[in-house]
C-alpha cells in the first residue's frame, strides 16, 4: 500500500503535467513513486564530491 | 545444422562448401518446429530471408567475395527497425505503427557482412524489465528449463540463440537487458561501451544509458559480432590485471553467483579485490534515471492511451513522469563521481568481475527473487548488480559459467579501448573450460 503523501503528491504533479491518471493505475504508480522515493534517499545520502561541474550531461 | 556457429557457417559459405538458402530453410523448419516451446520470435520474415540467401549463394557461385558473415542467419529484438515493418517495441500498441522506411544501422551492417536477417525476437513492454513476461506477446520460456525465466528484456534474443535457433542475436542493453538473460539463459552477451555501437533506427528507452549488443553461443563469434557491428577490429592486448567487486557486487549474490566468480578467481589464481564506494548510490541513480527518461519519453503517449501499456509497465513510466526533476539532476551528479571513480579503478586493474545476476533462473510461477533478505519483484531487481555498471559507460562482457546446475553468468568489465585484451582474456578461460555456453536438450 502506498503512502498516503505520494497519493497527494500524485494529484498535484499530475495536474502540473495534464495527465489523467486513469483510477485503475493509481495504486500501482504511487506504489513505483514510494520505490523511486527510496532510490532518491540512497542518492542523496551520497556525500558531495569536486567533480565535473553539476554533473549534467554535456 | 542450427547449432554451428557464426563462423563455421561463414566459413563454409565462404568456400562453397554449404548453401546459404540450405542454412536458412532448415533455420527457420526449426524455428517453426521448436519456438513454441520457448515464445523468443515475434515474426519470422521468410521470403525475404530466402531471397538474401540466395543473393549470398550467387556471389560464392560467382566467385565474388563475401562478407565475414556470409550465411549466417541472424534475429534482432523486436526494437530494430526493419525496413517495411513496424518496429513494434514489445507494444501491442505499435502492431500497425508506420514501417520503418529503412533497417537499423546495425541491421545493415550485419546484412552488408552477409548475414540474413531471420525474424524478430520477444521482449519486456518497450524494453522496462528483467523477465521478458510481456501481456500482449506472452512469456519467453528459459530453453534450459521451460518452467523458469529467460530473463529480459531481451529474452527472446537469449532464449533464441541458448535454444540453437540461431547462433546470432541482437538486443539492447540499458541497465542490463542483455547481461540478465545472458546469464540467465548461459550464452555470451555484450554491452558495448558507450557509442561503440550506434543506435541509428533502435526504438529508444533511456538515451542516457541506452547500448545495443549480440548474444551468441561461442566467444569466436561474439567476437566477429562485435568487429562487424562496431566497425573495429580488435587488437590483442596484454596480460590483464584482474579484480572482482566487492562491497554492493557481493551483496545479494546467491551461492551460485558468488562460486562463479570464486572459481573464476581460482583457475588465475588471484585473491585481488575492488571495493567501489557509492555503488549502490550509482544503481539507484541509473534507477531515477531510467525513470525520469522513460517517463518523458513516454509522456504524450501515456496522457492519451495509458490504458493501451502493459499495466506493469505503464505504472513505472507514469511514476517516473511524476518525478521531480530535483531527484533527476541529483541522480546525474552521482553518475559524474561514479564515473571518475570506475576509471581510477582501472588504473591499477583491466578486468573487473561482478555477478551478472544475483541468482539462476527464478521460476515463472513465483516472480520474485530476494532482495536484502525479503522477495522482491525479479522483473524490477534481476538486474541490481547491472545498473551502477551501466551508469559508469563501460563494456561488459556477461560470460557463461561452465559449472552449477542451471546457467548464471559473470560480469567481465574493462575500460573503453581495452576490449581486444578481455577478448584475448576471455578465449583462453573459453578454451580452459571455464566459461562455456550451455547445450540445451
Given at each position: 500500500?502506498a503512502?498516503?503523501e505520494t497519493?497527494e503528491?500524485i ?6 503535467l ?5 483510477e485503475?493505475?493509481r495504486?500501482?504508480v ?5 520505490l523511486?522515493?527510496?532510490?532518491l ?5 551520497c556525500?558531495a564530491?569536486d567533480g565535473p561541474p553539476?554533473g549534467l550531461?554535456? | 545444422m542450427s547449432r554451428?556457429?557464426?563462423?563455421v557457417?561463414?566459413?563454409?559459405v565462404?568456400?562453397g562448401?554449404?548453401s ?6 532448415r533455420?527457420?523448419a526449426?524455428?517453426r518446429n521448436?519456438?513454441?516451446h520457448?515464445t523468443?520470435?515475434?515474426r519470422l ?6 531471397a538474401a ?5 550467387a556471389?560464392?557461385?560467382a ?8 550465411g549466417v542467419p541472424f ?5 530494430f527497425?526493419v525496413?517495411g ?5 514489445g507494444?501491442?500498441m505499435r ?10 544501422e546495425?541491421?545493415?551492417?550485419l546484412?552488408?557482412?552477409g548475414?540474413?536477417?531471420i ?6 513492454e ?5 523477465a521478458?513476461v510481456?501481456?500482449h506477446f506472452g512469456?519467453t520460456?528459459?530453453?534450459h ?7 529480459g ?6 532464449a ?5 535457433m540461431v547462433?546470432?542475436t ?6 542490463g537487458?542483455?547481461?540478465v ?5 548461459g550464452?555470451w552477451g555484450?554491452?558495448p561501451?558507450?557509442?561503440?555501437i550506434?543506435?541509428?533506427g533502435?526504438?529508444?528507452f533511456v538515451e ?7 548474444f ?7 567476437r ?6 562496431a566497425g ?7 596480460t590483464?590485471r584482474?579484480?572482482?567487486l566487492d562491497g554492493?557486487?557481493?551483496?545479494n ?7 562463479a566468480?570464486?572459481?573464476v ?6 585473491d ?23 517517463g ?10 495509458a490504458m493501451d501499456?502493459?499495466p506493469a509497465?505503464?505504472?513505472r ?7 521531480p526533476?530535483?531527484?533527476?539532476v ?17 588504473e591499477?586493474y ?5 555477478p551478472a545476476t544475483?541468482t539462476?533462473a ?7 527473487i ?5 522477495p522482491a519483484s ?10 551502477a555498471?551501466s551508469?559508469?559507460g ?7 559459467y561452465s559449472g552449477?546446475?542451471?546457467p548464471?553468468g559473470?560480469?567481465?568489465?574493462t ?6 585484451m578481455l577478448?584475448d582474456?576471455?578465449?583462453?578461460l573459453?578454451?580452459?573450460?571455464v566459461?562455456?555456453a550451455?547445450?540445451?536438450a
Open positions: 500500500m503512502q498516503p497519493r503528491a494529484d498535484a504533479a499530475t495536474r502540473i495534464a495527465l489523467a491518471l486513469p485503475a493505475c495504486e500501482g504511487a506504489q513505483n513513486l514510494d523511486l522515493r527510496s532510490h534517499a540512497i542518492v542523496e545520502s556525500p564530491e553539476n550531461k554535456p | 554451428m556457429s557464426s563462423v557457417i561463414a566459413e563454409n565462404g568456400q562448401r554449404i546459404t538458402e540450405e542454412v536458412v530453410r533455420t527457420l526449426d524455428i521448436r519456438d513454441p520457448f523468443a520470435f515475434t520474415f521468410e521470403d525475404e530471408a530466402v540467401a540466395r543473393v549470398v549463394d556471389r560464392v557461385a566467385g565474388g567475395t563475401v562478407g565475414p558473415l556470409a534475429a534482432v529484438k523486436d526494437l527497425d525496413a515493418y513496424p518496429t513494434t517495441a507494444a501491442l502492431v500497425d505503427a508506420p514501417a520503418a522506411v529503412r533497417d537499423a546495425v541491421v545493415r551492417r546484412k552488408a557482412a548475414a540474413i536477417l525474424g524478430t525476437l520477444n521482449m519486456d518497450y524494453a522496462y524489465g528483467f521478458t510481456n501481456a512469456t520460456r528459459n530453453p528449463d521451460v518452467t523458469r525465466l529467460a530473463g528484456s531481451s529474452g527472446g534474443s537469449a533464441a540463440v541458448a535454444a540453437g547462433p546470432l541482437l538486443g539492447s542493453d540499458t541497465n537487458s542483455i547481461r538473460p545472458a546469464s540467465l539463459c550464452v555484450l554491452r561501451g558507450d557509442g561503440a550506434p543506435l541509428d533502435v526504438f529508444p542516457a544509458l541506452d547500448t545495443i549488443g549480440p551468441t553461443r561461442t566467444l569466436g563469434d561474439l566477429s559480432a562485435y568487429e562487424v557491428l573495429v577490429k580488435l587488437s590483442s592486448g596484454g590483464p584482474v579484480a572482482r554492493f557486487f557481493a551483496k549474490a546467491s551461492a551460485e553467483a558468488v562460486a566468480i570464486d572459481a578467481m581460482g583457475h588465475i589464481g588471484s585481488a579485490v575492488v571495493d567501489l564506494p557509492q555503488a549502490e548510490a550509482a544503481r539507484s541513480a541509473a534507477f531515477l534515471i531510467t525513470a525520469a527518461q522513460g518523458a519519453l513516454h509522456l504524450d503517449t501515456l496522457r492519451t492511451r501499456y502493459d509497465v505503464r505504472d513510466l507514469l511514476a517516473g513522469a511524476l518525478l526533476s530535483a531527484a533527476y541529483k541522480a546525474w551528479e552521482v553518475r559524474a563521481q561514479w564515473r571518475v571513480k570506475v576509471a581510477r579503478a582501472f591499477d583491466d578486468i573487473l568481475l561482478a544475483p539462476v527464478p521460476r515463472i510461477d513465483e516472480g520474485t530476494l532482495i536484502d533478505g525479503k525479479a522483473r524490477a531487481n534481476l538486474g541490481i548488480h547491472c545498473q555498471l551508469l559508469a563501460v563494456p561488459v562482457v556477461a560470460a557463461p552449477g546446475v542451471l548464471i559473470v560480469q567481465c568489465v575500460a573503453p579501448g581495452r576490449e581486444g577478448f582474456w576471455l578465449e583462453r573459453e578454451a580452459e573450460g566459461f562455456t550451455r547445450e540445451t
